[in-house]
């Protein structure tokens, strides 16, 4: 994990991170503030209703993976405008080629998390250009409908999420067109399409009104991040989704991080087992 701390960084989260056993390189920006945002909630049911950046944004670049492990990684989640995909594509295929080492020669696995402000139908060509530099384009349903003229999308419409995924998948999504689309829809899971089969929807691990679902902040994040982990065990797209939707549901469980306890086979987040929930999720769908 890489990423840019402001000034008033909270120590603790930090200590927090390094309990994870992970490879950490933080950059601290001691003139800065760190980056802060207000999530609104819908009083009635508690829903998260909006978000208001507080403090200017401290981003990651490619650039910054210079001299780390990170840069030889074998998968990256990209979150930003199409013209920031294009940048940070090329700069990590100039970067790992420097290196000179057979392990930055292969082509890593890039999934593409577009900025929900700049889903709007004058960027659709730009977006659907920049898609053939990935192998996974995720927007949410909110996102994908900004796209297109009409009222907004309404997660339950599988037809209508569908349409406007099919648009980007004819126009091609990865560098031969052999890429995907994974299109999360909240409360009603998410869809996963390409070119040549059929549209898998797989439902979310939780049903909206459970008891369990406490705040759906970062799911996507995580349920992308455990796509590349599913992506790279499996080599199917769907089964990467599933790993996606069983991390995520660790995510939505508490305002929050998840806690983490234990090592190795003992490792448990919020008191469960990653594998053991994928397994259980699985054996779900078959039945």
Not at 140 to 163: M, R, T, V, W, Y
């Amino acid at each position: 994990m890489v990423f840019n701390a402001g000034g008033d960084f909270p120590a603790a989260v930090i200590e927090t991170f390094r309990s994870w056993s992970i490879s950490l390189s933080v950059h601290h920006q001691s003139d800065r503030p760190s980056a802060r945002g207000l999530v609104f909630y819908e009083k009635a049911n508690g829903n998260r209703k909006g978000f208001q950046r507080l403090t200017e944004p401290l981003p990651v670049t490619v650039t910054d993976l210079q001299g780390t492990k990170t840069l030889l990684s074998r998968a990256f989640h990209f979150f930003g405008t199409a013209d920031y995909i294009e940048e940070q594509v090329r700069d990590l295929s100039d970067l790992r080629r420097q290196t000179k080492l057979h392990d930055a020669m292969e082509q890593p696995f890039i999934i593409w998390e577009p900025h929900a402000k700049s889903c709007v139908p004058e960027n659709l060509r730009a977006h659907m250009d920049a898609a053939g530099l990935v192998n996974v384009f995720s927007p949410n349903h909110e996102e994908l409908a900004a796209f297109f003229e009409g009222p907004p999308s309404d997660c339950s419409d599988k037809q209508a999420i569908e349409k406007q995924a099919r648009a980007f998948v004819d126009a091609g999504v990865g560098a031969s067109g052999d890429g995907c689309m994974v299109v999360r829809a909240a409360g009603n899971g998410c869809v996963v399409m390409s070119r040549g089969r059929q549209p898998v929807w797989l439902p979310s691990f939780y049903e909206s009104d459970s008891h369990m679902v406490f705040d759906p902040t970062g799911a996507g994040n995580a349920f992308l991040g455990a796509f590349a982990i599913g992506w790279q065990e499996t080599g199917s797209r769907v089964e990467a989704a599933k790993y996606g939707q069983v991390a995520a549901s660790f995510v939505i469980e508490q305002v929050g991080l998840p806690t983490r306890f234990g090592h190795g086979e003992r490792e448990l987040w919020n008191a469960g087992k990653v594998r053991e929930r994928l397994a259980a999720y699985q054996a779900s769908l078959q039945g």
